[in-house]
């Protein structure tokens, strides 16, 4: 059996819909975490890095990839970012490596918009967890506010349209993947 990795998510990740809908799997195991010294912020279309980072699969920016995404640019998104004594709660899902990769393409991560963290989290029946997750290791990155709290919105745009991007989104990488290995694509 493959071994599974905790990835911890908050916002819109985790909500199984949405996890689902990136991972492409329907029967997934969560378990509700707090994750401690980082915040969740909002951000805007304009709060999007626009450099090309050097581990970017393909050379273009974030700040494009989303735009082409949501062209209308009214765009919100969630963010973490690290400040000590703040906490965010969130959900502890157990996914296979392939998946997580999965989720590292639909945040971005090697084109420079989040980063991969390590961290602990505390479960809500009290065992503390190693997992990773996502978020910028960075204190200082534009946002448009501080979410405070724990009970926040998962949806900042229509949960339909974001859920849509992550199914063309996945299946997007999966044909770079094949592309990649010399597969006959689908």
């Avoid at 393409?105 to 963290?117: A, I, P, Q, S």
């Amino acid at each position: 059996m493959e071994k599974l990795i905790n990835f911890w998510a908050c916002a819109t990740n985790r909500s199984w819909d949405m996890m689902s809908a990136i991972i492409g799997r329907r029967n997934i195991q969560g378990i509700p975490a707090r994750l401690f010294d980082y915040e969740m912020c909002i951000q805007a279309m304009s709060d999007i890095p626009r450099t090309v980072a050097k581990t970017a699969p393909k050379k273009i920016s974030p700040y494009d990839i989303v735009k082409a995404a949501h062209p209308k640019g009214n765009f919100l998104l969630y963010t973490v970012r690290p400040k000590k004594g703040a906490w965010i709660d969130g959900m502890i899902w157990k996914i296979t490596p392939a998946e997580h990769e999965l989720v590292r393409d639909w945040e971005l991560v090697d084109f420079g918009m989040f980063d991969d963290v390590k961290c602990t989290v505390l479960c809500t029946n009290g065992v503390r967890m190693s997992a990773v997750t996502v978020a910028s290791k960075k204190r200082n990155i534009p946002i448009q506010q501080v979410v405070q709290g724990d009970n926040y919105l998962e949806y900042l745009m229509p949960k339909s349209d974001i859920i849509k991007v992550a199914i063309r989104a996945r299946n997007e990488f999966y044909q770079r993947k094949r592309k990649d290995i010399g597969w006959a694509g689908l």
